[in-house]
C-alpha cells in the first residue's frame, strides 16, 4: 500500500511555544490531505481538511489560529500547533487522499505539552 | 452528535471463533463505509469497505454486511487470529465531501489463544 509519513512521531514542548507536525505522501501525490486529533480512547476527530495550494477548511470548533495548516506541495502539509497549551495534548494523526480514492495515514504523532 | 457509533468499547474472543464488530450511523447521505484496525500510537490501517449500494462485501476472513435499512453495518473475522487483536474502527464517507471520514468511537478486540 501507500507510505503516508510523520514527523517527528513524538515531541515535548513548554507551555507557550509552537510545534510543526509534518505530514508526506511518499509515494504518491495528494491534493487532500486530513489532519486528525485523538485523544485516549476516543475517537479521531477530523480537525481540518488541507488543499495543496488553497486555504484549509477547518471542522466546527477548531481554532484556525492556533493550527495552522499548510499545504505548499502535493506531497506535503503541515500543522503547526501556535502557543501550545498543556490541553493540547494529544496525538495527532493525519491522511492523505490516494488518486485511487483510497485514504492512507501516517503513523502519528504524539504532542506532550508541559 | 455522534454520527458514527460503535456502542461496544470492547470485545473478547477465544481463537478460531468469529469476531463481530458492529457500527450504527445516524446520516442516511453517507455513500462510502470503511473499517479500520488501530495499534497504539499507530495511525490506521485500512481493512475493508462497502458501497451503501452493496450489503456485503469480502476480503480473506473479513466480511463487512450494510445494512441500510437499519443503519447498521458490522464487521465478521472469521477465524479470529490473537494477531487480530487491535482497535477497530469503523468510519462513513459523505457523499461529496472531498474524502472526509468521520469516524466512531472505536472497539478494543482482544482474540485470546
Known amino acids: 500500500g501507500a507510505v503516508v509519513s510523520q514527523h517527528p512521531s513524538r515531541v515535548i514542548c513548554k507551555s507557550g511555544t509552537s510545534v510543526k507536525i509534518e505530514c508526506r505522501s511518499l509515494d504518491f501525490q495528494a491534493t487532500t490531505m486530513f489532519w486528525y486529533r485523538q485523544f485516549p480512547k476516543q475517537s479521531l476527530m477530523l480537525m481540518a481538511t488541507s488543499n495543496e495550494g488553497s486555504k484549509a477548511t477547518y471542522e466546527q470548533g477548531v481554532e484556525k489560529d492556533k493550527f495552522l495548516i499548510n499545504h505548499a506541495s502535493l506531497t506535503l502539509s503541515t500543522l503547526t500547533v501556535t502557543s501550545a497549551h498543556p490541553e493540547d495534548s494529544s496525538f495527532y494523526i493525519c491522511s492523505a487522499s490516494h488518486p485511487g480514492g483510497e485514504q492512507y495515514f501516517g503513523p502519528g504523532t504524539r504532542l506532550t505539552v508541559t | ?113
Request: proline residues 5%; charged residues 20%.
Open chain 2, 1 to 113: 452528535d455522534q454520527q458514527v457509533k460503535q456502542n461496544s468499547p470492547s470485545l473478547s474472543v477465544q481463537e478460531g471463533r468469529i469476531s463481530i464488530l458492529n457500527c450504527d450511523y445516524t446520516n442516511s447521505m453517507f455513500d462510502y463505509f470503511l473499517w479500520y484496525k488501530k495499534y497504539p500510537a499507530e495511525g490506521p490501517t485500512f481493512l475493508i469497505s462497502i458501497s451503501s449500494i452493496k450489503d456485503k462485501n469480502e476480503d480473506g476472513r473479513f466480511t463487512v454486511f450494510l445494512n441500510k435499512s437499519a443503519k447498521h453495518l458490522s464487521l465478521h473475522i472469521v477465524p479470529s487470529q490473537p494477531g487480530d487483536s487491535a482497535v477497530y474502527f469503523c468510519a462513513a464517507n459523505l457523499y461529496n465531501q472531498g474524502g472526509k471520514l468521520i469516524f466512531g468511537q472505536g472497539t478494543e478486540l482482544s482474540v485470546k489463544p
